[in-house]
């Protein structure tokens, strides 16, 4: 039972450029959620998606899109990138029921645009 | 919508010392409440959750925080410092109209004298 896994764990990239953040779950949750977190500010959440097929933006979603693969995975992509998206980048999940239920944080992408 | 704030950037204790970590929350209902930890490189692991009945919470690894309602406040606790409790600490509020919207605090790291 991995938890939540993200891949890649680092990334590097040039203003401009695209690319997609994987995560997966092995819980058979069913929401799932891409936070960032930048010094000082905690995590904000970018995108969530409360069961398979659906997906709401969060509190910072501009410049970012999400897709909900199946129940296990959530991906995040930037079309284009820019230095302001430099951050680490949390995918989490949750069971169903009520919001009582906490969160479960994979280990995170540190990601940085040049 | 909810907020946290977390009031202390950064906090100082001997091993061995007690610890109180402060958490003030806003939100116009009885929220629910909780207290991850973040080691350095990882990602965040649950340490201990409010939603409702007896105000004073026990978690993993030693800590308890006490919800407190007049003054709308999470603090978490400790009796004695272990230096493998370095880490930062994260509060936050989830609201109960919508099970998916979490706000953290900008977190709180602890350094563990020897």
Same mark, same amino acid.
């Given at each position: 039972n991995a938890g939540v896994t993200q891949t890649p764990k680092f990334q590097v990239l040039k203003t401009g450029q695209s690319m997609t953040l994987q995560c997966a779950q092995d819980? /058979?949750? /069913?929401s799932m959620y891409w936070y960032r977190q930048d010094p000082g500010m905690g995590l904000r959440l970018i995108y969530y998606s409360a069961s398979e097929g659906t997906t709401d933006k969060g509190e910072v979603p501009n410049g970012y899109n999400v897709s909900r693969? /199946?129940?296990?995975e959530f991906s995040l992509r930037l079309e284009s990138a820019a230095p302001s998206q430099t951050s680490v980048y949390f995918c989490a999940s949750k069971g169903s029921g009520a919001g009582r239920n906490e969160q479960f944080f994979g280990p995170g992408t540190r990601l940085t645009v040049l | 919508a909810q907020s946290v704030t977390q009031p202390d950037i950064h906090i100082t204790v001997s091993e061995g010392a007690s610890l109180e970590l402060r958490c003030n929350y806003s939100y116009g209902a009885t929220p629910y409440l909780f207290w991850y930890v973040q080691s350095p490189g990882q990602g965040l692991q649950l340490l201990l959750k409010y939603?409702?009945?007896?105000?004073l919470v026990q978690g993993i690894k030693g800590f308890e925080a006490e919800f407190k309602r007049s003054q709308s406040s999470f603090n978490l606790r400790k009796p004695s410092v272990h230096w493998s409790d370095a880490a930062e600490y994260f509060c936050a509020v989830g609201a109960v109209y919508n099970n998916n919207d979490m706000r953290f605090g900008a977190g709180t790291r602890l350094t563990v004298k020897p």
């Amino acid at each position: 039972n991995a938890g939540v896994t993200q891949t890649p764990k680092f990334q590097v990239l040039k203003t401009g450029q695209s690319m997609t953040l994987q995560c997966a779950q092995d819980m /058979n949750h /069913n929401s799932m959620y891409w936070y960032r977190q930048d010094p000082g500010m905690g995590l904000r959440l970018i995108y969530y998606s409360a069961s398979e097929g659906t997906t709401d933006k969060g509190e910072v979603p501009n410049g970012y899109n999400v897709s909900r693969l /199946n129940k296990r995975e959530f991906s995040l992509r930037l079309e284009s990138a820019a230095p302001s998206q430099t951050s680490v980048y949390f995918c989490a999940s949750k069971g169903s029921g009520a919001g009582r239920n906490e969160q479960f944080f994979g280990p995170g992408t540190r990601l940085t645009v040049l | 919508a909810q907020s946290v704030t977390q009031p202390d950037i950064h906090i100082t204790v001997s091993e061995g010392a007690s610890l109180e970590l402060r958490c003030n929350y806003s939100y116009g209902a009885t929220p629910y409440l909780f207290w991850y930890v973040q080691s350095p490189g990882q990602g965040l692991q649950l340490l201990l959750k409010y939603f409702s009945g007896d105000t004073l919470v026990q978690g993993i690894k030693g800590f308890e925080a006490e919800f407190k309602r007049s003054q709308s406040s999470f603090n978490l606790r400790k009796p004695s410092v272990h230096w493998s409790d370095a880490a930062e600490y994260f509060c936050a509020v989830g609201a109960v109209y919508n099970n998916n919207d979490m706000r953290f605090g900008a977190g709180t790291r602890l350094t563990v004298k020897p």
